[in-house]
C-alpha cells in the first residue's frame, strides 16, 4: 500500500505529515511512500532528503491518489477551485486533523467519495495511545515555544544577574494550566533560570508541577476541576471569582504569563482581562496559546501580537509550525506508530473493536460517524451467588456466613504447612547437623526475602534492583568461598552457578539503575 505526503495548503504551515527520518519506519511497516514535491520545504527538508530515504517524490494528483494519504491541516480549496477531498479514490484513509465538531460538511465530502478518513485530534488520551497523540506532542512543542518567544519579547534576563554594573532579579513567570503544553512551558522557564509559578483547576496538576520546581498556586474555594479525557471542566461562579482574584494578585507580580487552559468543543475561557493586563508591568509578556479558540485573554488578537497598557499579548496560533523540523518527525512519527496499531502494509484496516481507531474513525467506508458513540466499555463479570446475595439483601444475621473463603483454601493451606512439617522432621533425624545449618539459613533467607520484596510499593520495583546488588553480592562472596576448594563436587558446582547467576543480577541492577539516571539528565 501507498502512503501519499501531499504538500500543505496553507502557505503558513510549515510541517510536513512525514518528515524523511520516518520514512524508513513507514517502509519497514511493508508501505510505498509518495510525497509531492517541494512538500517538505518550509520543514527544511529537500526532496533529495526524501529520495535518499527510499521515498518517490511524485506530483500532487499521486500524492493525494495514495491508499492512505497523510495530512496535518483539514484539506480545504486549491487556488484552481477544486477541492483537495475530491483527489481521494474510493475506500483510501485519510489521515489527518479535521476538527469534525466544526467541519460538517468536510466529513460529507470525504463521504461523498467513498473514502474514510481519521482525525488524529480524536485520537483518546490513554496509555496505549500515548504515541499516536498528536495533541500531546504538539502541545508540548507549543509549549516550549511559548517560552521562546516570551523570552524574544521580554526586555530582561530570565535567570537572576549580579555583576559589577548592578542586578537584576530572575522573571517571574505564570503558567495557567499545567496539562502537557503548561508543563513543557514550565521545563523550558525553570532551565532559563526564571522563578515559575503554576496555577490548574486540577489537584492531580499539584505533584507535577511542584517536580518541576514550579510553585503550585491554589484558591481558597476547595472543587475538583478534573474533566473527561484529562481536560479541566467548567467551574463554578464562586471558584471562578477566587480564581480571577488569585490572577490579578500575579498579574501585578509576574513579568511573564503563560495561558493554556482549553475545554473542549468550547471557546477558550477569559482567564487575563483588560483589568489584568493594565495591572501589569510595561514590557511585560502574556503568550495566549489558547488564541485559535478565543483566547484565555481577553486582549488577544489570534494570529498577532498585541501591545496593550505596555505589555505585548502573544496570539501565535501557529506554534508548533515555528518549529516546523521537529513538528514534522513528531507527527511522523504519530502517524507511523497509528498505521502499526492499524496492522501495517497489506493488512491495514479499520476495526472498530480497537477502542483509538473506534474514537477517532470520523468517516468509514463513505459512511460519517460523527457523532461517535463513546467505546463500549467491558462489564464487570456477575458476583458470585453468595456475594450477591449479601449485596442485594445484607441481612444482620447472616453476613459472615456469605464473605468466608472457601473451605478447601484453608485445607490446602494446612495441608502444605503439615507436610513441611512431617519433612523438616525426617531430616532432622537422618539429616547431617551441617546439612540442617544451612537448610535453616536457607529457609530464613526465603522468608526474610519474600516479606522484604512483598510488602515494597510496586512503583518501587525497579528502583529496588539496585538494592538487590548488595544481597547479590554477598552470594558472589559465598560462592567463591564454596567454588574455592581443590576438590570439584556438588557445593563447588552450585557455587560456581550461585555466581554466575548473582553476577548477571548485579549488572543487570547497575543498567537499569543507569538508564533510570539517564531519563532525569539535562
Not at 520516518?22 to 509531492?36: C, I, M, N
Not at 477544486?82 to 465530502?109: C, K, M, T, W, Y
Amino acid at each position: 500500500m501507498q502512503v501519499g505526503v501531499p504538500k500543505e495548503l496553507s502557505v503558513a504551515e510549515r510541517r510536513v505529515a512525514v518528515a524523511p527520518d520516518t520514512v524508513p519506519r513507514l517502509l519497514k511497516l511493508g508501505y510505498t511512500v509518495a510525497v509531492e514535491t517541494g512538500a517538505g520545504t518550509l520543514a527544511g527538508f529537500s526532496d533529495q532528503a526524501y529520495l535518499d530515504a527510499g521515498a518517490r517524490v511524485v506530483d500532487r494528483d499521486t500524492a493525494w491518489g495514495s491508499d492512505i494519504v497523510a495530512h496535518i491541516e483539514p484539506p480545504g480549496v486549491r487556488d484552481d477551485g477544486r477541492h483537495e477531498v475530491d483527489d481521494l479514490r474510493a475506500g483510501a484513509i485519510l489521515i489527518s486533523q479535521l476538527d469534525p465538531a466544526r467541519n460538517g460538511e468536510l466529513l460529507a465530502r470525504i463521504a461523498a467519495v467513498g473514502a474514510s478518513a481519521i482525525a488524529m485530534e480524536r485520537i483518546p488520551r490513554i496509555t496505549r495511545a500515548q504515541k499516536m497523540d498528536v495533541l500531546s506532542s504538539m502541545a508540548n512543542i507549543a509549549g516550549y515555544r511559548a517560552v521562546v518567544e516570551a523570552a524574544t519579547l521580554y526586555g530582561g534576563f530570565f535567570t537572576g544577574q549580579m555583576t559589577a554594573a548592578g542586578k537584576a532579579p530572575p522573571a517571574r513567570v505564570l503558567v495557567i494550566g499545567a496539562g502537557v503544553a503548561g508543563l513543557a512551558a514550565i521545563g523550558a522557564a525553570r532551565a532559563l533560570g526564571a522563578d515559575v509559578r503554576a496555577f490548574d483547576v486540577r489537584a492531580a496538576c499539584r505533584e507535577q508541577v511542584e517536580s518541576m520546581g514550579a510553585t503550585f498556586l491554589q484558591v481558597s474555594v476547595e472543587e475538583s476541576g478534573e474533566g473527561a479525557g484529562g481536560y479541566a471542566k467548567t467551574m463554578s461562579p464562586e471558584f471562578i471569582a477566587a480564581e480571577m482574584a488569585l490572577f490579578l494578585e500575579q498579574a501585578r507580580q509576574c513579568d511573564i504569563i503563560v495561558t493554556t487552559a482549553l475545554i473542549p468543543g468550547k471557546r477558550a475561557p477569559i482567564l487575563i482581562t483588560a483589568e489584568h493586563v493594565a495591572a501589569m508591568r510595561p514590557g511585560s509578556v502574556v503568550v495566549d496559546m489558547a488564541a485559535a479558540t478565543g483566547g484565555n485573554c481577553e486582549l488577544t488578537r489570534p494570529g498577532q501580537v498585541a501591545v496593550e497598557h505596555g505589555v505585548s499579548i502573544v496570539g501565535y496560533t501557529d506554534l508548533p509550525s515555528r518549529m516546523a523540523p521537529v513538528a514534522s518527525r513528531f507527527y511522523g512519527q504519530n502517524v507511523a506508530h497509528l498505521l502499526d496499531d492499524m496492522g501495517g502494509g497489506a493488512k491495514t484496516r479499520i476495526n472498530l473493536e480497537d477502542e483509538v481507531l473506534h474514537q477517532s474513525a470520523v468517516v468509514l467506508d463513505g459512511q460519517v460517524r460523527w457523532p461517535i458513540e463513546p467505546f463500549p466499555k467491558a462489564e464487570a463479570p456477575p458476583p458470585t451467588a453468595p456475594a450477591a446475595a449479601v449485596a442485594k439483601a445484607p441481612d444482620a444475621h447472616v453476613p459472615a456466613i456469605a464473605q468466608k473463603p472457601p473451605a478447601h483454601t484453608g485445607a490446602w493451606k494446612r495441608g502444605a504447612v503439615l507436610v513441611a512439617a512431617v519433612v523438616l522432621a525426617v531430616l532432622g533425624v537422618t539429616a547431617p547437623g551441617e546439612f540442617l545449618q544451612h537448610l535453616t539459613v536457607f529457609v530464613l533467607a526465603c522468608f526474610v526475602g519474600w516479606q522484604l520484596i512483598w510488602n515494597v510499593t510496586p512503583a518501587l520495583h525497579t528502583p529496588l534492583m539496585s538494592v538487590t546488588n548488595a544481597i547479590s553480592g554477598i552470594i558472589v562472596l559465598g560462592g567463591m568461598l564454596t567454588a574455592g576448594n581443590a576438590e570439584i563436587d556438588a557445593a563447588a558446582i552450585l557455587g560456581a552457578i550461585a555466581i554466575l547467576f548473582a553476577s548477571i543480577n548485579i549488572a543487570g541492577g547497575f543498567f537499569v539503575t543507569q538508564r533510570m539516571l539517564r531519563m532525569f539528565h539535562r
